[in-house]
T-cell receptor, first 111, second 112 residues
Framework: SQTIHQWPATLVQPVGSPLSLECTVEGTSNPNLYWYRQAAGRGLQLLFYSVGIGQISSEVPQNLSASRPQDRQFILSSKKLLLSDSGFYLC??????????FGPGTRLTVL | GDSVTQMEGPVTLSEEAFLTINCTYTATGYPSLFWYVQYPGEGLQLLLKATKADDKGSNKGFEATYRKETTSFHLEKGSVQVSDSAVYFCALIIQGAQKLVFGQGTRLTINP
């Protein structure tokens, strides 16, 4: 069966520090991968999605970037965090336009 | 573009009350429709889905019917429980598309 892992589960970082959140998927090949952010009390915002290795589409211009170095690995990064980057970050995967499955999420607090 | 609109929250009900959370959509193609649920502090879980008109998705006592004529996918439950307290998201994906489009979410609180 397929599973999706995210780490860390929680993270507290100072403003201006770098960020790296990792997501890996098991049990499937060539999935679509997604990064969503959920700010406190708000809905889901799609940040990035990827349909293959090295292929990244950005939905919202911002302080973040994403990379997909391997088929089942998706990384969210920042060189310098802002206060507004605080939120709940969710990685997700799907098989080409069918069901989308979510990871457990990473709660990021920028102080 | 494709979009999903949910009823504004928060919604507060008493235990055993009837629940409806409205969801309507606009889509350029032929969408599949979903309801996801997010319990406090957790990620999103798929609650139910429908892939074509007049399909009814159901799970854990929740139901939603894909209504093409009204472009709606309202979530219903006949008797809610305290454990149903969560945020509910309506979503769609167009066949062959790459992205899941979400509504803004509706926070539901059930009081004993």
């Amino acid at each position: 069966s397929q599973t999706i892992h995210q780490w860390p589960a929680t993270l507290v970082q100072p403003v201006g520090s770098p960020l790296s959140l990792e997501c890996t998927v098991e049990g499937t090949s060539n999935p679509n991968l997604y990064w969503y952010r959920q700010a406190a009390g708000r809905g889901l915002q799609l940040l990035f999605y990827s349909v293959g290795i090295g292929q990244i589409s950005s939905e919202v211009p911002q302080n973040l970037s994403a990379s997909r170095p391997q088929d089942r690995q998706f990384i969210l990064s920042s060189k310098k965090l802002l206060l507004s980057d605080s939120g709940f970050y969710l990685c997700a995967w799907s098989v080409k336009g069918t069901l989308v499955y979510f990871g457990p999420g990473t709660r990021l607090t920028v102080l | 573009g494709d979009s999903v609109t949910q009823m504004e929250g928060p919604v507060t009900l008493s235990e055993e009350a009837f629940l409806t959370i409205n969801c309507t959509y606009t889509a350029t193609g032929y969408p599949s429709l979903f309801w996801y649920v997010q319990y406090p502090g957790e990620g999103l879980q798929l609650l139910l889905k429908a892939t074509k008109a007049d399909d009814k998705g159901s799970n854990k006592g929740f139901e939603a019917t894909y209504r093409k004529e009204t472009t709606s996918f309202h979530l219903e439950k006949g008797s809610v429980q305290v454990s149903d307290s969560a945020v509910y998201f309506c979503a769609l994906i167009i066949q062959g598309a790459q992205k899941l489009v979400f509504g803004q979410g509706t926070r539901l609180t059930i009081n004993p």
